[in-house]
């Protein structure tokens, strides 16, 4: 089978992405620059960053993936918690980073409370963010492992296998490195347009192709759609209120998770989350940050929506056309390898890797802005920019590693586990920790005078161990360790799902944190660094 025409389309789009990479973010010489892009990037362009780097690699493959396996558009409930959590995100949370002229968020926490609390809330979002990107990195490459299967005639050696995912996600990670290390945020934010541009492409190329390769067309693939369609309130009318509330907890997607899980997470991951947020800061104020964010909210629906489409359509195609060989796993990339014609089936991939490298470039950016602001710049206090900025270059660089040692790991996990599923994976990493974050951050937006530095810590450690708990971290960590399964809980007792991890890990951190007072020292501080900042503000008008 001929690829010429497939690997032309790849190479053009690495040219253009790399080329407009390193022209637009060339020259930055301070760190608001470099990680802010000096606040001049117009909300459209911010919009497409923050659905660019919200679609990953693990959704443009793992949401067909959960249509084709449900069949019906239940996960999409999701997308009303993401709604609620962006309009609450764009007026509990921008404004004060704005306010506080911050580049990394944790600064805020810093001024609010102290150092203590800044560290322990930055040290969280690198960990989490290196696991959570770099789990979902290998995703990326699943396409280059079904095409060695598909031109060799054989499938791959498991060490086959992970050498194929570690050159791709090497490969991958130094070209998004390069432009975001050069240029910053502003390489990251325009190649981020371009990228959605190409992702919205490939959706549309999919679904046309699927819709008239099957006889019939939407109407056939409408009736493979399970029940429930699109709703399901986790409910049994034969079962008593603490069962219903139980079989809620333990489900993934039920209304009462989309309304009350999923806008906790979205608040975690679009108000605490380094990642997310900085695109927003980069916005010239935080009217447009927040046309932006709930702009990207409404999009997310239809986005969503469209991929679940994807996986019914890929569903309904192979009941009318057989494939003994199809990767139920990996059905979407098996269908664009086996189905599409040359150049088609290149931009599909050039989509894939663009989700990949919108999210990736991101998480670059982030992690050294983060990891540069909260630990370079306090222990090089005489650091001058030239020397910051350069830092934060090399930081980016030693994160790429990070992450593609990270994705190596994980594509050996899955080689090794086949079955598990990708979504729960990515979701849940997070899950555990930034129930923590979004607690101490609400103290913190909230309130003036609640919330101390080692109150703030303790609270924390309470959230973390409390979702730990109540998701069965304890049981299955005893299991890798031993290779003994310990006793399940009692039946009362729920075992809460990923989605739900965040909103218990928060309720608990806000309900211990707020136990303790500020000092009044530091209600002080954070006082006159708001009046300071006011002042500069009013002097450069």
């Known amino acids: 089978m001929n690829f010429a025409l497939d690997l032309a389309v790849i190479a ?40 660019a780097a919200e679609i990953s690699a693990a959704t443009f493959i793992g949401t067909p993936n959960e249509g084709f396996a449900l069949r019906n558009y239940t996960y999409a409930q999701l997308a009303i918690g993401t709604i609620l959590a962006r309009i609450i995100v764009s007026y509990v949370f921008i404004k004060p980073y704005y306010d506080y002229r911050v580049v990394s968020i944790y600064e805020f926490l810093r001024i609010r409370f102290g150092i203590v609390t800044r560290n322990a809330a930055s040290a969280v979002f690198l960990l989490t963010r290196a696991l959570a990107s770099g789990t979902r990195l ?70 046309y192709t699927l819709l008239h390769r099957i006889p019939g067309g939407w109407d056939v693939a409408s009736g493979y759609i399970s029940h429930p369609k699109f709703w399901d309130w ?22 009462p998770c989309a309304v009350l899980g999923s806008t906790f997470v979205t608040m975690a991951t679009h108000g605490t989350d ?70 088609v089936r290149g931009l599909l991939a050039a989509g894939l890797f663009a989700t990949a490298m919108g999210s990736l470039s991101t998480a ?40 593609v040692t990270i994705g190596s790991l994980t594509a050996w996990a899955r080689i090794k586990n086949p079955n ?12 555990y920790t930034y129930g923590s974050l979004l607690g101490v951050f609400i103290v913190g937006m909230t309130t003036k005078r609640r919330g101390s530095e080692w109150g703030n810590v303790t609270a924390m450690i309470c959230g973390f161990f409390f979702v730990s708990y109540m998701s069965g971290l304890h049981r299955d960590v005893y299991f890798l360790i031993t290779g003994i399964k310990m006793s399940p809980p009692p039946d009362w ?12 890990g928060t309720i608990m951190t ?31 008008e």
């Open 493 to 504: 007792i729920p075992t809460i799902e990923f989605q739900w991890r965040v909103m218990f």
């Open 138 to 207: 290998y995703v990326a490459a699943i396409l280059l492992v079904l095409g060695f299967e598909m031109v060799t005639g054989a499938k791959p050696t498991e060490i086959q296998e992970l050498q194929i995912y570690v050159v791709a996600l090497t490969f991958i990670t130094l070209l998004t490195a390069l432009y975001t290390a050069v240029g910053g945020i502003k390489a990251v934010v325009w190649t981020d347009v371009i990228q959605a541009s190409v992702m919205f492409g490939a959706i549309g190329f999919a679904i």
């Open 234 to 255: 986790g409910t049994t009318p034969n079962k008593g209120v603490w069962d219903n509330v139980k079989n809620i907890l333990e489900s993934e997607y039920t209304i």
């Open 12 to 51: 053009v789009y690495f040219v253009i992405i790399i080329t407009i990479g390193l022209i637009k973010g060339r020259g930055e010489k301070t760190m608001e620059g470099f990680a802010m892009g000096s606040r001049q990037i117009p909300w459209w362009a911010v919009l497409a960053s923050i659905l």
């Open 364 to 403: 670059l950016n982030a992690l050294a802005t983060s990891y540069t602001k909260d630990w370079y710049v306090p222990f090089n206090p005489d650091a001058n920019e030239r020397r910051i900025v350069r830092a934060a270059r090399w930081s980016t660089v030693i994160f790429a590693i990070v992450l």
């Open 420 to 431: 598990a599923r990708i979504i729960p994976i990515v979701l849940g990493i997070f899950g």
């Open 274 to 343: 380094q990642d997310m947020v900085q695109r927003m800061l980069t916005a010239k104020n935080h009217h447009k940050s927040r046309l932006a964010l709930v702009l990207s909210g409404l999009a997310d629906l239809p986005i969503v929506m469209a991929f679940l489409t994807i996986g019914i359509l890929v569903y309904a195609f192979y009941q009318v056309h057989p494939d003994p060989n199809l990767s139920m796993k990996n059905a979407f990339p098996y269908f664009i390898l086996h189905e599409l014609p040359p150049g």
């Open 510 to 540: 806000y309900a211990v944190a707020i136990c303790f007072k500020t000092p009044e020292s530091q209600v002080e501080v954070a006082t006159k660094h708001i009046e300071e900042t006011e002042e500069r503000g009013k002097a450069k």
